[in-house]
């Protein structure tokens, strides 16, 4: 089983145009023309068939891949009000400024390899044979605040299985968005064919453990001395859940 479909294109054009957008998150159509060898015209044809077999769609004046991720949605609790969304391109710097802050103060070693590939691969989504990648995104006033970062493994044994990685900065805890975050990743993961969500923190940071247990994940291994932190062995605590 395939959990999210993969791209089928009917030319090597389409394909050329897919692949280029993909790799670098959102393009004019006037990069398009000075990176690929396809004429104008011929260009702006494959990318209209593209947008009507709803491989790209439009982010402004830009290109990007399209993955259904739903609408924004907006939420006030106690005295604060948060907006949950699928996250876009422009997204990219306070998404990596949250993960490193939240990874950091943490030890959440996971976000850090996934922060440290979106710094340098400079692409908020990824969807092709090898991987799929989707970020939601809370927002304050505009502000990135804490994401949900769920990776999709394109093979057939592990079709089924997405990786979850998710944080708050420490400020806007306490309001509900975490749980909003992840029900929202769950939600996508479970709606796209995913049967199981997994991850993996410090055992160590016990309220990451109690916040994913109070939402009925459950540990399904301990790796010893996986991890050493300033000097100190800490166990790798491996926790699933089943959609």
Do not use: C
């Not at 390899?113 to 090898?130: K, P, S």
């Not at 990786?163 to 749980?179: A, D, K, N, Q």
């Not at 062995?233 to 959609?243: D, F, K, N, S």
Request: zero cysteines.
């Amino acid at each position: 089983m395939q959990a999210i479909d993969q791209p089928r294109f009917e030319t090597r054009d389409y394909r050329d145009i897919y692949d280029y957008i993909e790799r670098n998150g959102a393009v004019a159509i006037e990069e398009l023309e000075t990176a690929l060898s396809i004429e104008p015209n011929r260009l702006r044809e494959a990318i209209d068939e593209l947008k009507r077999d709803e491989y790209l769609e439009e982010e402004g004046s830009l290109l990007r891949i399209a993955i259904d991720t739903g609408a924004e949605v907006e939420h006030t609790t106690d005295d604060l009000t948060f907006t949950i969304r699928p996250a876009n391109q422009g997204d990219l710097k306070g998404i990596v400024g949250v993960m490193r802050e939240v990874a950091e103060e943490n030890d959440y070693l996971v976000a850090e390899t996934v922060v440290d590939l979106l710094d340098h691969e400079e692409v908020v989504f990824r969807h092709n044979d090898i991987e799929s990648r989707i970020f939601f995104v809370a927002t304050v006033d505009d502000d990135v605040v804490g994401w949900a970062h769920l990776h999709a493994p394109n093979y057939e044994k592990l079709a089924h299985t997405a990786e979850l990685t998710m944080g708050v900065l420490e400020e806007y805890r306490g309001h509900g968005i975490g749980s909003h975050l992840m029900e929202r990743g769950l939600r996508w993961a479970r709606e796209n064919g995913f049967e199981k969500v997994y991850q993996s923190v410090p055992a160590t940071n016990q309220d990451a453990v109690r916040f994913l247990e109070d939402h009925r994940w459950e540990t399904e291994a301990l790796r010893q001395a996986h991890y050493k932190i300033d000097d100190d062995y800490v166990a790798e605590q491996m926790m699933g859940i089943m959609l």
